[in-house]
């Protein structure tokens, strides 16, 4: 069964630190992508990076760079010189294509609170 | 990316009644979902609302419960019928251009059943 695993709750971070937020994903489907997502306290979900499993480089989007490792199953999101703007939930999600429709779903993992302290 | 809308922004309700949320986006998109966000958990994929046709929906979302409409390439309502108090959640809709683009939320509607 397809499953995306964050094993980080929660995460406290110095603020202009760097941060790793871990994903792993477990799917036989050779056709795949995998996403970030952050979810301030607001709720709405804002779109930050995407990487296809074809992809031969990692994705980068300004600060945030995605750590593509497909022989580990894992799709780690780093954040470069965090911001208290940074405080958020974060979400990774894989994209799988359903055999009818073409249409895809996405598959959460349960998130990690990442708190940035002055 | 597209602008998405949806409405109401949250809502509070009496169970046992109906709540229709509508998604609104700024140009035409291909697939339209809607999501579902119960407190302090991740998000659930409730159904994939098809453009002139029945929605599909995922294990354990049925249609009666959750009736869907989408009359057109920019519009989707998501209805949450005979509500109970675990339907408290937020719902989001989501679009995305193509099967394998990223897929781009509405900000949600936070409902409260009492």
């Known amino acids: 069964a397809q499953k995306i695993t964050q094993t980080q709750p929660g995460m406290f971070v110095q603020e202009k630190e760097a941060v790793t937020l871990d994903c792993t994903y477990d799917t036989s489907d050779p056709s795949y992508g995998l996403f970030w997502y952050k979810q301030p306290s607001s709720g709405e979900m804002i779109f930050l990076i995407y990487?296809?499993?074809?992809?031969?480089q990692n994705a980068t989007e300004g600060r945030y760079s995605l750590n593509f490792q497909k022989a580990r199953k894992s799709a780690n999101l780093v954040i470069s010189a965090s911001q208290r703007g940074d405080s958020a939930m974060y979400f990774c999600a894989m994209s799988l294509r359903r055999s009818t429709q073409g249409a895809q779903k996405l598959v959460f993992g349960q998130g990690t609170r990442l708190t940035i302290n002055p | 990316s597209a602008v998405i809308s949806q409405k109401p922004s949250r809502d509070i309700c009496q169970r046992g009644t109906s709540l229709t949320i509508q998604c609104q986006v700024d140009?035409?998109?291909?697939?339209m979902f809607w999501y579902r966000q119960q407190p302090g958990q991740s998000l659930t994929l409730i159904a994939t609302a098809n453009q002139g046709s029945e929605a599909t929906y995922e294990s354990g979302f049925v249609i009666d419960k959750f009736p869907i409409s989408r009359p057109n390439l920019t519009f989707s309502t998501l209805t949450v019928s005979n509500m109970s108090p675990e339907d408290s959640s937020i719902y989001l809709c989501s679009v995305a251009e193509a099967p394998d683009n990223e897929q781009f939320f509405g900000p949600g509607t936070r409902l409260t059943v009492l």
């Open positions: 140009s035409q998109v291909t697939m």
């Open positions: 990487q296809g499993s074809y992809d031969q």
